[in-house]
């Protein structure tokens, strides 16, 4: 059913996003096309001169909105879907709470690495294209595998211990964006609890939740604090043993916190939501 779920969610999503995207792409041709323009000085033309500038000031915009439209369509898809009047239809389908929420977490995510990669796709296309670079000569620069390993051996690191730490940092950004989601879901959830205010509610458990939050990681944290004086005598093998320390230290309180907070939005949705 989950499947269902996630197909479902990427057809109504992407009504939304690939619009999105796509515009996003036009603007950047526009937008590179326009910064061009402006650094040849081409015209003296005042009205396309401006053009070219609103077009540049558009592209930039479009590119921050895009990921804050990603944002948006993560809150709207859990409101709307979950807590609204389609709630009363979602709730009656043969799949658990987990499920629906596991579905909305699944499609965000996709959503926002895309969205993700899109963006930094064309920053570094249009870093490119405006210095004009070509990038087959800087793939070229580029070191070679064995030159990179040899590299890290001179200064003490293990190839094992550089992919230990990147697998560490893809977790520790994996959980901290279910994290980051469910704050969202949870504070949603639990004003809808309550018959009356709703949305204000909502707000006030979010900034709730977030002090709580703060107070566990500013607690946990102090076991951390006396590592760090001594980081500067440490060798670069050290450096990166510390550094691994704190990845794991920092993904074990992402995951009490986002173990946290999916507790308390399925157990919102499946006990206290009120619909009416």
Request: glycine letters at 6%.
């Amino acid at each position: 059913m989950l499947s269902k779920l996630l197909k479902q969610e990427f057809r109504a999503t992407g009504r939304i996003m690939l619009p999105v995207l796509g515009a996003l792409l036009v603007l950047s041709v526009l937008g590179n096309f326009s910064i061009r323009m402006m650094d040849q000085n081409v015209t003296n033309n005042a009205v396309l001169r401006f053009l070219f500038v609103f077009l540049t000031i558009v592209f930039v915009l479009a590119m921050f909105a895009a990921m804050m439209m990603t944002l948006l369509l993560m809150i709207t898809r859990f409101y709307r879907n979950l807590l609204k009047d389609e709630g009363y239809l979602m709730h009656t389908l043969p799949v658990s709470v987990h499920g629906l929420v596991w579905s909305k977490l699944i499609v965000s995510l996709v959503w926002f690495v895309v969205t993700g990669l899109v963006v930094t796709a064309i920053l570094f296309l249009t870093g490119l294209i405006q210095s004009g670079t070509n990038l087959g000569e800087l793939m070229l620069e580029f070191p070679s595998w064995a030159e990179i390993r040899e590299a890290m051996a001179e200064a003490g690191f293990r190839g094992s211990d550089i992919t230990v730490f990147l697998l560490e940092l893809l977790a520790l950004a994996l959980v901290g964006f279910f994290a980051t989601c469910l704050h969202f879901y949870a504070a949603m959830a639990m004003g809808h609890m309550f018959n009356k205010d709703k949305i204000l509610l909502s707000i006030v458990f979010f900034v709730a939740i977030s002090f709580a939050l703060s107070m566990m990681t500013s607690l946990l944290a102090f076991r951390i604090d006396s590592l760090e004086l001594y980081v500067a005598e440490f060798d670069s093998a050290q450096v990166l043993g510390f550094m691994n320390r704190l990845l794991r230290f920092s993904l074990a309180v992402e995951l009490i916190q986002g173990a946290l907070l999916y507790f308390a939005t399925t157990l919102s949705l499946r006990r206290g939501l009120n619909l009416a």
